[in-house]
């Protein structure tokens, strides 16, 4: 499988951006997928999970409540937006799928990964 991310940029605070993730050589719809986030200097932190189906999501509490994990299975992509971003929201935004059909914020239980988008958020 490979993970396409895209979608980053510079965006002031306050502002929204949407991130897409598509999966190509496999489907990816028996599978849940999540997006990570790691900002200079810091270790590599779950913030949105969806189940294979999409019926059910988790976050980190640092976005609960401005970011939305969603999935289009028919297009094998998976996206974040986020919205009321914030300067500490800053970082290299990573998808991944892991191998079991429920969300999991547990890094080590994904097995294939994106190359990251950067997001900047400015003050």
């Known amino acids: 499988v490979q993970l396409q991310a895209s979608g980053g940029g510079l965006v002031q605070a306050g502002g929204s951006l949407r991130l897409s993730c598509a999966a190509s050589?496999?489907?990816?719809?028996?599978?849940?997928m999540g997006w990570f986030r790691q900002a200079p200097g810091k270790e590599r932190e779950f913030v949105a999970g969806i189940s294979g189906s999409g019926g059910s999501s988790n976050y980190a509490n640092s976005v609960k409540g401005r970011f939305t994990i969603s999935r289009d299975n028919a297009k094998n992509t998976v996206y974040l937006q986020m919205n009321s971003l914030k300067p500490e929201d800053t970082a290299v935004y990573y998808c991944a799928k892991t191998g079991s059909f429920y969300s999991t914020t547990a890094l080590g239980a994904y097995d294939y990964w994106g190359q990251g988008t950067q997001v900047t958020v400015s003050s």
């Open positions: 050589g496999r489907t990816i719809s028996n599978y849940a």
